[in-house]
């Protein structure tokens, strides 16, 4: 059970759902269960709103909204939850396993001492054909609300933009 303790009070607490948090209190005498029907309601909004998308593989970034949609929600919806719940993370390692996904060489740059030229320099593939890796890259628009900050973007060297369908 969560608890934080407070100026010397232990309360519990229970982390359900998923955007910006609430805090719901509740009266003398009562508990957490006071809320169960207002949860309830904020995971049928939740699937309505998926079932209207059409959905049917739901993508997590967090751990807690994982746990929620795979242990609360089946309990309210019973058979008619027919969702697949997916943590980013587990969908990163499918997309690498099924080669959709992979690495690129290197190390990210240095945010705090970037390098003088292109950012990326030490990961390109085309830092030898000239002088992007030692002076500095000029932000340009490539396409209609695609800035980049690089001699060799993707979309000039002929390759089309990969896009991961899921």
């Not at 269960?33 to 739901?58: P, S």
């Not at 919806?77 to 943590?87: H, P, R, T």
Request: proline content about 8%; hydrophobic content about 35%.
């Amino acid at each position: 059970m969560p608890t934080v303790d407070i100026n010397d009070t232990t309360l519990y607490y229970q982390r359900t759902g998923q955007g910006p948090a609430m805090l719901f209190v509740h009266g003398m005498c009562g508990d957490a269960e006071v809320w169960a029907d207002q949860a309830r309601r904020f995971a049928e909004h939740n699937v309505a709103d998926w079932r209207a998308a059409g959905a049917k593989r739901i993508i997590v970034l967090d751990p807690h909204d994982y746990i929620t949609f795979t242990e609360d929600y089946p309990r309210y919806f019973g058979d008619a939850y027919d969702f697949e719940i997916v943590l980013v993370i587990e969908l990163v390692a499918e997309l690498i396993r099924d080669g959709r996904l992979t690495a690129i060489p290197g190390r990210p740059p240095d945010l705090v001492d970037p390098p003088e030229g292109c950012r990326f320099a030490e990961r390109c593939p085309y830092r030898e054909q000239d002088s992007c890796a030692s002076e500095p890259q000029e932000l340009r628009q490539v396409r209609p609300g695609h800035w980049v900050r690089t001699a060799h973007p993707a979309s000039e060297r002929g390759r089309t933009r990969e896009l991961v369908q899921t």
